[in-house]
């Protein structure tokens, strides 16, 4: 008796001869032959199996998957690997079939970057994008993202069909119902990834906006919960995101979403990436989702319960804060360190400048989560903030005084070599002057030895000081209410730099709240120095404060806010105790017209001050002081107050 011959296994040339039939029945034989024993990795058998059954073939099958099912399963039901592929379900099953089965060997023919960059691929993504809206079951899912992924990172033109297309307005709404970890939630990321790095500024509008709040919700959950290669995928697109140049316009869609979840999830994240050993580049961009968080829900974000999958009970609800803390201190060392050697150490050339700015990004990064967590603290003890215990409060105490002994050694270290100009220095002297607004003994010798120079800092796109003034006006404010402080400034050039800086911000246009509150700092700041002149035997240079009293007479005459009146003419009294109108009309820019403007300032200064508030007695003895012992009382303020000074010398 004979034996039994062994069946013979599928050929590429039987499959090549089916996908080359007439009948379509063939030419589905052959695909599902390609399935069967192909392999995806076999690039030229794909591109042969792609030329012998043609793309229209393709098309129709895809869009359709109307085909006979009895004369299409005759043919094939007989091997047995199309009966586990296919089932014995009914032809609407069959049809879903068909449908896996154009996609499963369309995604592995754009493994081939020829076929997948080929205008017809790029031309099915609107169809695969329409398939995904319809919500197919998840492996008919998984083979869209593979195909939709393969193809836009073939090709730019395939990106921008995708981002045309709707891409994201599909995918968004379904990321949230993807199994945690699966291939098609990895693939979706990946997607993802690519066109947050290439959607166009001007493209963006509420609905994208809403779409992409929809994504950073869902990844969220992917980034808190797995503990895989896919969790640092999910912190790239986080990352990618809010550091896109759109991000700021994320914000409200973030805040406004009914589910508070992904804020926990973001938190749980950050948490797990910080105590963990891994690269310093994930540490950083866990910092950077940290910075964003707090920029979008408020530095309360940083206190909160944090659940580990791998951990039993919940951490404790400082965690966050103290990782975040002590995170950005390592970064801020390391960095200014690496910065300092290269603008100072390194040979020339030996850097890029893409590589400087990027440490300056990062720097600049790690010191906005630092004067957040101040501004945190600094809530301590009221409704807003809460620590666990005093020992926590400490510690970010310390920890505080140790970063800001850093940024001061780094801003000496410039001034050593003579460098004033740089975005990085300003930022340092932002930095440390959030800290001393709200303890301004804090390193105390560094701050004296530093301060002139800190005021004489300047960013990369200024012209002369400025902002770093404005960053230091609250801890100038605090120093001079005590002689000490007034004797230190008045020693130095620091009160010509706030004089200067109070003079821009009262000639700038469309002054916002900000500007408004840096004014009265500054105000109160010369008004502490002009208080205390005698005291600290203080001798005023008299160009400087002329410019002075003509911007004041400029502030008050653009208002009718009884304050400013009142505030402006406060310092110009003050500076009358120790001029004349002889020097004052010797001084350049100075004229007949610029006193008439100061009377006038006098004369509302008088009419108002006492009528509102009792804090006002002080001012209006300032007032009433500095008008009677300048020469302006005996001409211009008699001109122009005769009655409102009368009425108050006698009152």
């Given at each position: 008796?004979?034996?039994?011959?062994?069946?013979?296994?599928?050929?590429?040339?039987?499959?090549?001869?089916?996908?080359?039939?007439?009948?379509?029945?063939?030419?589905?034989?052959?695909?599902?032959?390609?399935?069967?024993?192909?392999?995806?990795?076999?690039?030229?058998?794909?591109?042969?199996?792609?030329?012998?059954?043609?793309?229209?073939?393709?098309?129709?099958?895809?869009?359709?998957?109307?085909?006979?099912?009895?004369?299409?399963?005759?043919?094939?039901?007989?091997?047995d690997w199309f009966r586990d592929f296919a089932g014995?379900?009914?032809?609407?099953?069959?049809?879903?079939?068909?449908?896996?089965?154009?996609?499963?060997?369309?995604?592995?023919?754009?493994?081939?970057?020829?076929?997948?960059?080929?205008?017809?691929?790029?031309?099915?993504?609107?169809?695969?994008?329409?398939?995904?809206?319809?919500?197919?079951?998840?492996?008919?899912?998984?083979?869209?993202?593979?195909?939709?992924?393969?193809?836009?990172?073939?090709?730019?033109?395939?990106?921008?069909?995708?981002?045309?297309?709707?891409?994201?307005?599909?995918?968004?709404?379904?990321?949230?119902?993807?199994?945690?970890?699966?291939?098609?939630?990895?693939?979706?990321?990946?997607?993802?990834?690519?066109?947050?790095?290439?959607?166009?500024?001007?493209?963006?509008?509420?609905?994208?906006?809403l779409e992409l709040s929809l994504v950073v919700a869902?990844?969220?959950?992917?980034?808190?919960?797995?503990?895989?290669?896919?969790?640092?995928?999910?912190?790239?697109?986080?990352?990618?995101?809010?550091?896109?140049?759109?991000?700021?316009?994320?914000?409200?869609?973030?805040?406004?979403?009914?589910?508070?979840?992904?804020?926990?999830?973001?938190?749980?994240?950050?948490?797990?990436?910080?105590?963990?050993?891994?690269?310093?580049?994930?540490?950083?961009?866990?910092?950077?989702?940290?910075?964003?968080?707090?920029?979008?829900?408020?530095?309360?974000?940083?206190?909160?319960?944090?659940?580990?999958?791998?951990?039993?009970?919940?951490?404790?609800?400082?965690?966050?804060?103290?990782?975040?803390?002590?995170?950005?201190?390592?970064?801020?060392?390391?960095?200014?360190?690496?910065?300092?050697?290269?603008?100072?150490?390194?040979?020339?050339?030996?850097?890029?400048?893409?590589?400087?700015?990027?440490?300056?990004?990062?720097?600049?990064?790690?010191?906005?989560?630092?004067?957040?967590?101040?501004?945190?603290?600094?809530?301590?003890?009221?409704?807003?903030?809460?620590?666990?215990?005093?020992?926590?409060?400490?510690?970010?105490?310390?920890?505080?005084?140790?970063?800001?002994?850093?940024?001061?050694?780094?801003?000496?270290?410039?001034?050593?070599?003579?460098?004033?100009?740089?975005?990085?220095?300003?930022?340092?002297?932002?930095?440390?002057?959030?800290?001393?607004?709200?303890?301004?003994?804090?390193?105390?010798?560094?701050?004296?030895?530093?301060?002139?120079?800190?005021?004489?800092?300047?960013?990369?796109?200024?012209?002369?000081?400025?902002?770093?003034?404005?960053?230091?006006?609250?801890?100038?404010?605090?120093?001079?209410?005590?002689?000490?402080?007034?004797?230190?400034?008045?020693?130095?050039?620091?009160?010509?730099?706030?004089?200067?800086?109070?003079?821009?911000?009262?000639?700038?246009?469309?002054?916002?709240?900000?500007?408004?509150?840096?004014?009265?700092?500054?105000?109160?700041?010369?008004?502490?120095?002009?208080l205390k002149r005698e005291q600290i035997r203080f001798?005023?240079?008299?160009?400087?404060?002329?410019?002075?009293?003509?911007?004041?007479?400029?502030?008050?005459?653009?208002?009718?806010?009884?304050?400013?009146?009142?505030?402006?003419?406060?310092?110009?009294?003050?500076?009358?105790?120790?001029?004349?109108?002889?020097?004052?009309?010797?001084?350049?820019?100075?004229?007949?017209?610029?006193?008439?403007?100061?009377?006038?300032?006098?004369?509302?200064?008088?009419?108002?001050?006492?009528?509102?508030?009792?804090?006002?007695?002080?001012?209006?003895?300032?007032?009433?002081?500095?008008?009677?012992?300048?020469?302006?009382?005996?001409?211009?303020?008699?001109?122009?107050?005769?009655?409102?000074?009368?009425?108050?010398?006698?009152?």
């Open positions: 008796m004979a034996e039994p011959q062994e069946e013979r296994s599928p050929s590429l040339d039987d499959c090549l001869k089916l996908l080359k039939g007439e009948r379509d029945e063939q030419r589905l034989a052959g695909l599902l032959l390609v399935t069967k024993f192909c392999p995806n990795d076999d690039l030229v058998s794909l591109k042969k199996v792609y030329e012998a059954v043609g793309t229209h073939f393709l098309d129709r099958l895809l869009r359709t998957g109307r085909f006979d099912s009895k004369a299409c399963c005759s043919l094939v039901l007989g091997f014995s379900g009914d032809g609407g099953e069959n049809r879903d079939v068909y449908l896996q089965l154009s996609l499963t060997v369309l995604a592995a023919f754009c493994r081939v970057p020829e076929i997948a960059s080929s205008v017809e691929m790029v031309s099915r993504i609107p169809l695969i994008l329409e398939i995904m809206s319809k919500g197919p079951a998840t492996n008919i899912l998984e083979e869209c993202y593979e195909l939709l992924y393969l193809v836009s990172t073939a090709c730019e033109a395939g990106v921008m069909a995708l981002i045309n297309s709707g891409g994201l307005r599909v995918i968004a709404p379904q990321m949230s119902g993807l199994p945690d970890g699966s291939h098609a939630m990895e693939v979706a990321i990946k997607i993802l990834q690519l066109l947050v790095s290439k959607l166009p500024s001007e493209s963006m509008n509420i609905e994208r906006f869902a990844v969220a959950r992917q980034f808190a919960m797995l503990h895989n290669a896919l969790k640092f995928e999910a912190l790239h697109l986080l990352s990618a995101v809010f550091c896109s140049e759109y991000s700021a316009l994320l914000h409200d869609p973030l805040r406004s979403m009914q589910d508070s979840n992904w804020a926990d999830y973001m938190r749980t994240g950050v948490v797990s990436i910080l105590q963990n050993r891994v690269a310093p580049s994930e540490k950083l961009h866990a910092l950077i989702l940290a910075e964003n968080m707090m920029s979008i829900l408020g530095e309360k974000w940083l206190i909160g319960r944090v659940k580990l999958p791998s951990v039993e009970d919940y951490l404790p609800a400082d965690r966050c804060l103290l990782l975040v803390l002590e995170s950005s201190h390592v970064e801020i060392s390391v960095l200014s360190n690496e910065l300092a050697y290269m603008k100072y150490e390194a040979p020339k050339n030996s850097s890029t400048v893409e590589d400087n700015l990027l440490k300056q990004r990062y720097l600049a990064i790690a010191f906005s989560l630092i004067e957040k967590i101040i501004k945190y603290i600094s809530t301590v003890g009221e409704n807003e903030g809460n620590l666990s215990d005093e020992a926590v409060f400490l510690k970010v105490i310390k920890t505080l005084n140790e970063i800001v002994g850093v940024v001061l050694e780094y801003l000496k270290d410039a001034k050593e070599h003579g460098e004033k100009r740089g975005n990085d220095l300003l930022a340092s002297v932002r930095v440390i002057g959030s800290y001393l607004a709200e303890t301004p003994d804090a390193c105390k010798e560094q701050v004296q030895d530093l301060l002139d120079y800190m005021l004489s800092v300047e960013g990369e796109d200024e012209s002369c000081p400025f902002l770093s003034t404005c960053f230091l006006l609250p801890m100038l404010c605090q120093i001079t209410m005590k002689a000490e402080g007034c004797k230190l400034l008045a020693a130095s050039t620091g009160y010509v730099a706030v004089v200067e800086c109070l003079i821009k911000l009262i000639q700038r246009d469309g002054q916002s709240v900000e500007d408004n509150g840096s004014i009265f700092l500054a105000c109160d700041t010369v008004m502490n120095i002009l001798s005023p240079e008299m160009s400087t404060f002329s410019r002075l009293l003509k911007a004041l007479a400029f502030w008050a005459d653009g208002t009718n806010d009884p304050s400013v009146v009142r505030m402006a003419g406060s310092i110009c009294s003050l500076i009358f105790d120790f001029t004349s109108e002889d020097a004052l009309l010797k001084q350049p820019n100075f004229n007949g017209s610029s006193l008439d403007s100061l009377a006038r300032l006098i004369a509302r200064s008088l009419s108002s001050s006492g009528q509102d508030l009792p804090d006002d007695a002080d001012l209006f003895e300032i007032i009433t002081a500095g008008s009677v012992s300048t020469s302006l009382s005996s001409f211009q303020i008699t001109l122009h107050c005769s009655r409102q000074l009368l009425y108050f010398l006698n009152r």
